[in-house]
């Protein structure tokens, strides 16, 4: 098999391509040959040395791939050699062979393409778990999205929207016109406009519902500030940690440190709840994640929501492939193709 390495922390050069033995799958296994595989802004951070989840270098990352099943492991069920699957990995994801635990893998509806299946898993379940689960959505209420034109944002404001909530987004503003056509009702170039003051006009000095922050930072404590009462925020991401190709220790501390801890009596007497959220710490609590994967790939199957792409790369170009992201071109799901 082929896999791109991140050989050592840094710009995107670091990536090398190797070759390896095929893995072969043990009991409750399948091996999957990839067609796709899915990018997360967690690999730009696992690149920079800056996800304390990743092992250390020589590092595979990625966290979902989707292919076809070409062997299996002794006792499973419900899978066959040939069978279209998107699975989720923890690492490893970045190669042109994966196995996985059969619970990880999950037949997708035939209308997707192998790159819109890999961009299904990380996107929809983090999104589903912070506005359907904690947040616990309700038709009317009004979402902000933070990083409206990332993966989890499109998906956020698909789910959002589904649930007929009104969404205001925030993202730079050469993406508005494409996050319109995607049902964001009112969008805000974060990078000029003061984000808590665009907020209360929108919302009439009211403030918001739900809130994704994965920016952080001071934006955390800016985001509180805009809850209205009884309003929820999910805090799921440390974005501004990461500033440049490089890793910038002092822009990482200076993020982490800002990133605002909450005072109990406020949240009592302002009636708002902050959750935290890291989807790759629920890979095995496969009784919550599967039944809500299910619900989004009958939802994907019913053509209410739809994975978008917003570039592919060969699995070799993937150092091209981070730029691309973190130049902050990409309004959608950025995904590898072998
Ligand atoms: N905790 C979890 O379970 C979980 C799961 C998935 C994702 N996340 C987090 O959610 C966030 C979005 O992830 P994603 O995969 O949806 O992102 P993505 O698709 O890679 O989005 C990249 C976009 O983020 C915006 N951005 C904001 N700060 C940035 C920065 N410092 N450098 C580069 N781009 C920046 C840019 O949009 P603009 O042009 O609008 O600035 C850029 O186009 C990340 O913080 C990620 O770690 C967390």
Known sequence: MRQAVISRYGSPDVFQMRE????????????IRVRAAGINFADV?????????????????????????DAIGADVTGFAEGDRVVALTR???????????????????????????????VTYLTAALALYRMAALTPGETVLIHNAGGGVGIAATQLA???????????????????????????????????????????????????L??????????????????????????????????????TAFSAWRRSSSFDPLSLINRNRGVFGLNVGHLWEERGQ??????????????????????????LEQVADAHRYIQSRQNIGKVVLTT
């Open 289 to 314: 994640l599967t039944p809500l994967m299910e619900m989004l790939l009958g939802e994907l199957g019913a053509c209410r929501l739809r994975p978008v792409v917003a570039k592919t790369f060969p």
């Open 91 to 121: 690492f490893g994801g970045y190669s042109d062979v994966v196995v996985v635990a059969s619970g990880q893998a999950f037949h997708f509806p035939p209308e997707l393409s192998d790159a819109e299946a890999a961009a299904i898993p």
């Open 45 to 69: 951070l696992s690149r920079l040395g800056l996800y304390p989840d990743a092992p250390k270098p020589p590092l595979v990352v990625g966290y979902e791939v989707a292919g076809r099943i």
């Open 213 to 250: 922050d994965p920016i952080g930072g001071p934006s955390f404590g800016a985001s509180y500030s805009m809850l209205a009462p009884l309003g929820r925020m999910v805090m799921f991401g440390l974005s501004a940690a990461a500033t440049g190709e490089r890793r910038n220790w002092w």
């Open 161 to 211: 929207r589904l649930r007929r909530a009104t969404v205001i987004g925030t993202a730079s503003a050469r993406k508005h016109d494409a996050l319109r056509s995607f049902g964001i009702e009112h969008l805000i170039d974060y990078t000029n406009a003061n984000v808590p003051e665009e907020v209360r006009k929108i919302t009439r000095g009211r403030g918001v519902d739900v809130i």
């Open 20 to 31: 390896a033995a095929d893995p072969t799958p043990a009991a409750g296994e399948v091996r």
